[in-house]
């Protein structure tokens, strides 16, 4: 659950979350897992902007999706069917994230993946 990004090698460039769907509640903690986390309510349509090192490399995560909070104009009526129900399925207890990072930092080249060849 708590988890820290470590895919990014860079862990200066932020990291921009997008909520769509029910809302959740998110947990930001410190660099261990000792830090006491604060608590975000983030809902359809919020977004988090996650920058500077301290706050990259800090523990996270999202424990839990609060049901029967999908907006409105995500939600398919009853007399919908065929297809959009497998949407409306999957949306009534769903919260979708996404995100922009920047994994690799600028100038790194694919082609030189061998460790000490980039020459960043
Ligand atoms: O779902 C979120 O808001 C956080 C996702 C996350 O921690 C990640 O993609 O690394
Ligand atoms: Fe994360």
Request: charged share 20%.
């Amino acid at each position: 659950m708590a988890h820290v990004d470590r895919s990014e090698v860079c862990a200066t460039s932020p990291l921009v979350s997008v909520s769509l769907g029910n809302a959740a509640i998110f947990l930001i903690g410190g660099l261990t897992r000792d830090a006491e986390p604060t608590a975000l309510l983030l809902r359809s349509g919020d977004v988090v902007i996650m920058s500077g090192p301290a706050c990259r490399r800090a523990y996270h995560g999202v424990p839990r999706i609060l049901e029967d909070t999908l907006p409105g104009h995500l939600d398919v009526q009853e007399e919908d069917d065929g297809e959009w129900r497998v949407y409306a399925d999957y949306m009534r207890t769903s919260r979708i994230n996404v995100n922009v990072r920047q994994v690799f930092p600028i100038g790194f080249n694919p082609n030189l993946l061998e460790v000490g060849k980039q020459g960043l």
